[in-house]
């Protein structure tokens, strides 16, 4: 098949069964050059199935899949020159250092003198590991290893990257810096594809997210797209959800809050209140003078904006295979 230049990841009607199970079911969908799509569901969806046939580590029960026009099946010794695969954990060698790790991967992809160098010079110095060269693998905290595994994908600079929970562990500043590394290779023009669990860290960096339950695609399109449908569909339904803050005594604003046949109690904290209510603007604004007149105290009465997390919660259903 011949794949438009721009397409730089194609699944067409991917299926993979294992015994009764189907772990990915007839999935389909695209990523273009430069654009990063995040991938989403719950533990079992299917997500590391469908990553692993990409990275030409299993094969599809049916349908097909390819990676800069070359067929997972058919060619994997070419998709593997184009694809970079970031896995979930990955394995180490004992009594070698950074350097030696990443020279032994460049020499893998047949790197050859100042080319190899240059290679590792160059991941050394986009993942931040100059300093690190010497230091033994096993003496890395979490996020650089991380940075290391990212390394060893970039190492032959490929087109596509296969990101499985590369966020995974991280603490807030690795997780920022490897948000960023996304970003700046998203701009050089590679093709990513993210899984991860971090949903607020997936809507800052993907242009698109596929959401996956038990082997099924259940949504795809833009984060902007998904988040659009989301309040359109809470609107339709005529609620909206919406947060009080207060200085007054909490079991004060609970009872209040409790006694309204009206308003649907979400969540509670010592000073705020999470609640779905009617999404008519007039009706909130008395809601607001009620309040004030009952002489609970509030700095902050606002309509939360709908999330990542919320198109996932209102998407799936929390099955698992």
Not at 49 to 69: F, K, N, Y
Not at 153 to 159: E, R
Request: glycine share 8%; proline share 3%; with cysteine.
């Amino acid at each position: 098949m011949s794949l438009a230049a721009e397409t730089m990841i194609q699944l067409d009607n991917v299926t993979r069964a294992f015994g009764n199970t189907l772990a990915v079911d007839d999935v389909s969908f695209h990523v273009d050059a430069g654009e990063v799509l995040g991938f989403i569901g719950p533990n079992g969806a299917g997500k590391t199935t469908s990553m692993r046939i990409l990275s030409t580590l299993d094969t599809p029960t049916s349908g097909e899949a390819w990676v800069d026009g070359f067929s997972v099946v058919d060619d994997p010794d070419r998709v593997r020159e184009r694809m970079g695969w970031m896995p979930d954990g990955f394995g180490t060698y004992p009594n070698i250092n950074c350097e030696e790790y990443l020279d032994f991967f460049a020499r893998s992809y047949g790197l050859r003198g100042k080319n190899r160098l240059r290679a590792i010079k160059n991941v050394m110095g986009f993942t931040q590991l100059n300093q690190l060269s010497k230091k033994p693998i096993s003496g890395l905290s979490k996020g650089m290893k991380q940075r290391l595994c990212l390394g060893r994908a970039l190492i032959h600079n490929p087109k596509v990257l296969i990101l499985d929970e590369p966020a995974a562990g991280l603490d807030p500043r690795a997780r920022i810096e490897l948000r960023e590394m996304i970003l700046e290779l998203a701009n050089e023009g590679k093709s990513l594809l993210i899984s991860s669990h971090i949903l607020s860290e997936l809507a800052e960096v993907c242009d698109r997210v596929a959401i996956i339950e038990k082997g099924k695609l259940l949504a795809i399109g833009s984060v902007e797209s998904l988040l659009n449908n989301e309040s359109r569909e809470s609107a339709g339904k005529g609620v909206s959800q919406l947060e009080v803050k207060f200085v007054s005594d909490p079991s004060v604003v609970n009872k209040w809050f409790n006694s309204r046949e009206d308003i649907e109690v979400v969540s509670t904290t010592s000073d705020s209140i999470l609640f779905n209510y009617e999404a008519c603007h007039k009706k909130q604004s008395e809601l607001l003078t009620e309040l004030v007149n009952s002489k609970i105290e509030v700095f902050e009465f606002t309509e939360k904006q709908t999330s990542l997390e919320d198109v996932f919660l209102s998407v799936t259903r929390g099955v698992v295979q």
